[in-house]
């Protein structure tokens, strides 16, 4: 069984308002709870800690999901931060060899075929996996001047997805390297890569979208509806 690190501490500049975008409105719950029960329904997964901003107002205070534990724990200013706390923050019955996965809170409409394929790379893998979705649109690089400077070959370029999976201990090894060398990661595959290794890609669905505009949640909103959860 395995656990889940849900990084919530953020604020969501680049959405805006007063309410941090993962407890929006989304068919009549918090956004974060889909996320979570998202996770939470999967049979593989035990239960998740999520690290909050402190002095939280939003918080709901749940201590469980889907006849699951929900933990939580204090966050920090970057995303890492939170990421590391969480993993800090795991019940000590989860091994320092454990896999366990990171999964964006604005990430509400992660599918449960999605995690089975993920488990399923992970019985094969030593390093650990993330999901991914293959690049299909032409990317151009621009130059100073937001001229296009060269068109990028797309056949090897994947936008990273969550949930990520590596095993407990290394990937707090890795987040610790990254601090200690001021370096900011933006993603856990990257303090992976960052020591040499080489997270496999898991294709996953274009429908995990992450809410960072409004628009994101209006189309989650018709997600969740045709995977038929939420309430209207």
Known sequence: MTWVVVPAAGRGARFGGEVPKQYLDLLGRP?????????????????????????????????????????????????????LA????????????????????????????????????????????????PVRDTVKRSDADGRVEATIPRGSLWRAL??????????????????RAGETVTDEAMAMERLGLKPLLVEGSEDNLKVTTPADLAVAESILRRMGDGRA
């Not at 969480?86 to 075929?113: E, N, T």
């Not at 095993?167 to 890795?174: E, K, M, Q």
Request: with cysteine; proline share 8%.
């Open 162 to 179: 969550t949930p990520q999976a590596f095993r407990r201990d290394s990937l707090v090894r890795a987040l610790e390297a990254a601090q």
């Open 31 to 83: 956004l974060i709870e889909h996320t979570l029960r998202g996770l939470l329904a999967h049979p593989s997964i035990s239960g998740v800690v999520v690290a909050l901003s402190p002095n939280d107002p939003h918080w709901p205070g749940w201590r469980a999901l889907e006849s699951k534990p929900v933990l939580t724990c204090m966050g920090g200013g970057e995303r890492a931060d939170s990421v």
């Open 86 to 133: 969480g993993l800090l923050a795991l019940p000590d019955s989860v091994a320092k060899d454990a896999w366990v996965l990171v999964h964006d809170a604005a990430r509400p409409c992660i599918k449960s075929m999605d995690l089975s394929r993920l488990f399923a790379a992970l019985k094969s893998d030593p390093v650990g996996a993330l999901l991914a979705a």
